[in-house]
């Protein structure tokens, strides 16, 4: 599979910007698919992510819980992630990831193995 992150721009702080990812190739609806962000000089971290069992239950790191949402189409093979109350500290890269393995928990980075090539999101305070 192959993934296209788009959406990220400039917003003022408490703005709301929505990324998208679309994915090519079959079998996008039984991947656990997983955004991430990387600040220049740091760790990329894990933002959210959405499996396949439990209905699509639905992650995401504390930092974000509340203001970030995340969802797919299958029908369109994309997921999304619904950013709002964005605040400074959420400036980064963001990346889609595809999980087909299903690993639980759904945050462990090194258990995605396809990834976008990143969306720059930038927070002004």
């Known amino acids: 599979v192959q993934l296209q992150a788009s959406g990220g721009g400039l917003v003022q702080a408490g703005g709301s910007l929505r990324l998208s990812c679309a994915a090519s190739?079959?079998?996008?609806?039984?991947?656990?698919m997983g955004w991430f962000r990387q600040v220049q000089g740091k760790e990329r971290q894990f933002v959210a992510a959405?499996?396949?069992?439990?209905?699509?239950?639905?992650y995401y790191a504390d930092s974000v819980k509340g203001r970030f949402t995340i969802s797919r189409d299958n029908a369109k093979n994309t997921v999304y992630l619904e950013m709002n109350s964005l605040k400074p500290e959420d400036t980064a890269v963001y990346y889609c990831?595809?999980?087909?393995?299903?690993?639980?928990?759904?945050?462990?980075?090194?258990?995605?193995?396809?990834w976008g090539q990143g969306t720059l999101v930038t927070v002004s305070s």
């Open positions: 990831a595809a999980d087909w393995v299903g690993s639980d928990p759904p945050d462990r980075i090194f258990e995605y193995g396809c």
């Open positions: 190739g079959r079998s996008f609806s039984r991947y656990t």
């Open positions: 959405i499996v396949t069992w439990s209905g699509g239950a639905t």
